[in-house]
């Protein structure tokens, strides 16, 4: 009864990411599988998947799409 009580309460929350977030995602990472994605200052043509992932969610962020922001690294936390 209790798991079937969190469950509930998960869809009342709502979604975390938005229709537009999901595009600019999946946008990103066939851009890195076809090798055109490429990442900020350096053009670098981006290797990892997870930097995909996070590109196509800043991308979402900059255009305003629902998407929680980012989290803070570990070296920005200590300044």
């Known amino acids: 009864m209790a798991a079937k009580k969190k469950t509930v309460a998960k869809k009342k ?11 600019k995602v999946g946008r990103a990472i066939h851009e890195m ?8 200052r350096s053009g670098r043509s981006v290797k990892s998947r997870k930097q995909a992932i996070a590109i196509g969610l ?12 980012a989290t803070k690294t570990k070296s920005a ?3």
Do not use: C, D, I, T
């Open 13 to 23: 929350a709502g979604k975390r990411y938005g229709a537009s977030a999901s595009k």
């Open 33 to 40: 599988k076809r090798g055109a994605l490429k990442s900020g």
């Open 58 to 69: 800043s991308e979402a962020r900059a255009a305003g799409g629902k998407v929680p922001p």
């Open 77 to 79: 936390k200590k300044r």
